[in-house]
């Protein structure tokens, strides 16, 4: 990933080939996509969504899926569904980093 940013590489490019019902649109949609029932995919994907911010990827930027989401509004969604315990103060840190 650093080699591909340091030729240039657009963190927030769009999926150059998009696939119909697959894609999500940008890197960072892919790197904190939920592909499998639990959450691991996010955890183990976490170095990889921390590079392509500090490269620059926009968290805000919406994609390509159904609902186009942003990967802020998808992360955020899936916490006030899944943690529900966690404040509005959670949520506002959360859009704010």
Excluded at 5 to 25: I, T, V, Y
Excluded at 58 to 68: A, K
Excluded at 81 to 91: A, F, H, I, S, W
């Amino acid at each position: 990933m650093r080699a591909a940013h340091e030729s240039g590489a657009d963190p927030n490019a769009l999926d150059k080939a998009p696939r119909p019902g697959r894609s999500m649109g940008r890197p960072l949609h892919y790197a904190t996509d939920v592909t499998h029932f639990d959450f691991m995919p996010r955890y183990e994907n976490l170095p990889i969504v921390e590079l392509l911010l500090e490269f620059g990827a926009d968290p805000r930027m919406e994609g390509m899926g159904e609902t186009r989401e942003s990967p802020l509004e998808d992360v955020e969604r899936i916490v006030k569904t899944n943690y529900p315990k966690l404040g509005e103060r959670d949520m506002e840190f959360l859009r704010q980093n």
